[in-house]
């Protein structure tokens, strides 16, 4: 679970913790946070994705420090509600709440009172009369974090939602990302792959329009969402995606990319008869070092895991240099860390209440 980045992390708490100052943008603006739930990327301003990253470096640095512990979320309480596996987001969500002095529970559904048949809005509230204070929710029903949103105080966190959202991968994504490069505005990412089934590309792309990035989405037409085409879109729905360049050729949608990102097919949540084969698919889209050579010569490569290796990308470039994807791991606890105190304390709280009593 450590990486070079948390490495030297010891966990205790801090007899001299040290505060995590207040974000500040790179434009000098003040940060700017008017969440209650972290639902998707497309109600957020670029300056709210601006202020996340801003705090994520804030949290790096906590990550980076002898004793990796402040008591910001002390008395909170965080609750890991996830309906569908999950290995990274669960586990840097955990990490997340800890480091930052919250009590942390991790529910397995297949054990809790859902199998007997409560309801996701009961298990909700029920968490939150035990004290609950954010709630982190992954489900296979695109929309269940939004109905859990309606009816509780408690904070909603959308760590995954059917083929709908994934606001904190994308937002790990746009942080790794920008560590790299800086400033993403006219960065061409590609991403490739099962478009239609991967809430991490839906979510991502929102971040990266929103950072001035071109995106650029490449699989087979079957793979690729009906409606991706603004000029297939009744009027009404014109603003439902931005606006992303489409490609079923991986060579040209790889073309000058700055980051191209693989991502896995989503068997769980396709109809059969989508692809001919697995080997048919591999041969027509799988990121490969031959392919990757039409990228830029420092690009980066990406995959939100889990990953098929033979399958949508190629072990030699998974593990080659322009793979950064232990980085977005790393990434995910920092990110994490961030949205939570961004919801319990907002923008302005993030800064004094990491100190020691909360009045550093
Ligand atoms: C997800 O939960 O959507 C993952 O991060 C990506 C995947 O499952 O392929």
């Given at each position: 679970m450590t990486t070079e980045t948390t490495g030297t992390r010891q966990t205790g708490v801090s007899d001299a913790p040290e505060p995590v100052a207040a974000p500040e943008s790179p434009q000098g603006t003040s940060a700017s946070w008017e969440h209650d739930h972290v639902l998707d990327l497309d109600d957020f301003t670029t300056e709210e994705i601006l202020t996340v990253l801003d705090l994520t470096?804030?949290?790096?640095?906590?990550?980076?420090?002898?004793?990796?512990?402040?008591?910001?979320?002390?008395?909170?309480?965080?609750?890991?509600?996830?309906?569908?596996?999950?290995?990274?987001?669960?586990?840097?969500?955990?990490?997340?709440?800890?480091?930052?002095?919250?009590d942390v529970i991790s529910l397995s559904v297949a054990t809790s009172a859902v199998q007997k048949g409560e309801s996701l809005i009961d298990t909700v509230r029920t968490l939150r009369a035990m004290g609950a204070d954010s709630i982190v929710i992954r489900h296979a029903s695109s929309g269940a974090p939004y109905l859990a949103a309606r009816h509780t105080n408690a904070s909603i966190v959308n760590a995954g939602d059917g083929a709908h959202a994934h606001p904190t991968q994308a937002l790990l994504d746009l942080y790794t990302m920008r560590s790299h490069f800086g400033d993403l505005t006219g960065k061409r990412v590609a991403m490739i792959g099962d478009i239609s089934h991967s809430r991490v590309a839906r979510s991502d792309l929102w971040g990266l329009t929103a950072l001035g990035a071109d995106v650029v989405v490449c699989g087979p037409p079957t793979l690729l969402p009906i409606g991706l085409d603004a000029s297939q879109r009744p009027e009404h729905a014109q603003?439902?995606?931005?606006?992303?360049?489409?490609?079923?050729?991986?060579?040209?949608?790889?073309?000058?990319?700055?980051?191209?990102?693989?991502?896995?097919?989503?068997?769980?949540?396709?109809?059969?008869?989508?692809?001919?084969?697995?080997?048919?698919?591999?041969?027509?889209?799988?990121?490969?070092?031959?392919?990757?050579?039409?990228?830029?010569?420092?690009h980066l490569l990406m995959h939100p895991g889990p990953k098929n290796e033979g399958i949508e990308i190629a072990r030699d470039v998974a593990a080659g240099q322009h793979s950064i994807i232990e980085q977005q791991v790393t990434n995910g606890v920092a990110v994490r860390m961030a949205l939570l105190s961004l919801l319990a304390l907002g923008a302005d709280g993030t800064g004094a209440a990491t100190g020691e009593g909360g009045a550093a």
């Open positions: 470096d804030r949290m790096q640095e906590v990550l980076e420090r002898r004793i990796a512990r402040v008591p910001a979320l002390r008395g909170h309480t965080v609750v890991n509600l996830f309906y569908e596996p999950s290995t990274r987001t669960r586990a840097s969500f955990e990490l997340a709440g800890k480091v930052l002095g919250a603003q439902a995606l931005p606006p992303v360049q489409i490609e079923t050729d991986i060579d040209r949608a790889i073309e000058g990319a700055h980051v191209v990102m693989a991502l896995r097919l989503q068997s769980e949540r396709q109809q059969g008869g989508l692809l001919p084969s697995l080997h048919e698919y591999a041969l027509h889209y799988q990121v490969t070092a031959e392919r990757l050579a039409r990228a830029q010569p420092d």
